[in-house]
């Protein structure tokens, strides 16, 4: 089974894969073990740790014959329709899964293997991320941390726009726009798998709106050649009253149920002030404020310096439902002149 990596107006991606619209499949299987499988895998896929000749799951049978099926692959396998397309890969260039997708074929079952395997796999990742970030029309939208650049690129998704929330790849349950200090975050392979299965699947044509992230400690939030993409185009920073910005992260976190003493143990790791007085089970106005504090403060050293007036500003009286939406369409209107 084979279909173009991405729809025909974009450029050929320079490291083809004879697999590449994994849609089409109705069961992903992931055959490395689950570490890996944890680290990173196709999107969508479900993990079968498997290999030959060691498995425990199921013994294989005499040599000659086809291998048995792991339990857990017969389990994924029994509910599906009698027609349904398979993919199966695995860490050995395609050794483990090429042998069990022969075993399948032998039970009536339309099988395909990633050719070359997960290394092929990542080699096309990487080669995808970087033409795409070349091809798409990124618009970034910036704004201090505290979810003011999330709820205007919602608003544009809202508006039929083609939307890429970052923020919410990154899992940024206390802060969008910035991961605090023990918030469980993706690793940076699974993160541009992420990235190339949202990008692959956009019109060129459009414009792409992108959440403004900052990087996790050392480590760049965004894969190296998205952010120098994102950072060549004229970019949206959106300038928003501190009363309606406390307003927004306070609702968001409310929602969230982050509790007040996480929040301020955040802070202390993080070395802000921290608010004096008694905690509660919801985050209080004065650790609100401190958050933006520290969030204004990440902000300033981790952005992007816009010396060369990249950075178009917008101002937003407030964070109303009917004021995003009509931000969103200036910025839809001023795109498209």
């Keep these: 089974m084979t279909s173009p990596a991405f729809p025909s107006r974009l450029p050929v991606h320079p490291h083809q894969l004879e697999v590449q619209e994994f849609d089409a499949y109705a069961l992903i299987v992931d055959l490395r073990d689950r ?9 969508g896929a479900m993990s079968v740790p498997w290999t030959t000749g060691t498995s425990r799951e199921m013994p294989l049978a005499a040599a000659e014959a086809p291998v048995d099926v792991p339990y857990g692959l017969a389990a994924l396998i029994e509910p599906l329709p009698v027609d349904a397309v398979l993919l199966l890969y695995c860490g050995r260039g395609g050794l483990d899964s090429s042998a069990l ?51 205007v690129v919602a608003a544009l998704g809202a508006l039929g726009e083609q939307v890429l929330r970052v923020s919410n790849l990154l899992g940024q349950r206390g802060m969008p726009g910035l991961s605090l200090p023990g918030e469980a975050s993706p690793s940076a392979a699974w993160l541009e798998s992420l990235l190339v299965d949202r990008l692959r699947h956009c019109d060129p044509s459009r414009a792409v709106w992108v959440d403004e992230v900052l990087p996790i400690g050392e480590q760049p939030a965004l894969p190296p050649v998205l952010h120098a993409a994102l950072a060549r185009r004229p970019a949206v920073l959106v300038d928003v009253p501190r009363l309606a910005r406390a307003e927004l992260l306070a609702k968001h976190l409310a929602s969230a149920g982050v509790p007040d003493a996480v929040l301020q143990d955040v802070l202390r790791r993080g070395g802000a002030m921290v608010p004096a007085g008694e905690v509660s089970d919801e985050a209080s106005t004065d650790t609100v404020g401190a958050l933006l504090d520290y969030g204004d403060r990440c902000h300033a050293l981790l952005s992007p310096v816009d010396a060369a007036g990249r950075s178009v500003v917008w101002p937003l009286a407030s964070l109303l439902e009917a004021d995003l939406r009509a931000l969103g369409e200036r910025l839809i209107a001023a795109g498209a002149r």
Excluded: C, F, M
Aim: aromatic content about 8%; charged content about 25%; proline content about 5%.
């Design 101 to 151: 997708a022969a075993s399948l074929r032998t039970r009536g079952l339309d099988v395909d293997v990633l050719p070359g395997g997960w290394v092929n796999y990542r080699r096309w990742v990487k080669a995808g991320l970087e033409i795409l970030s070349q091809a798409l029309d990124l618009r970034w939208v910036r704004a201090a941390p505290g979810g003011v650049s999330q709820a």
């Design 35 to 43: 570490d890996a499988y944890a680290e990173d895998h196709v999107p």
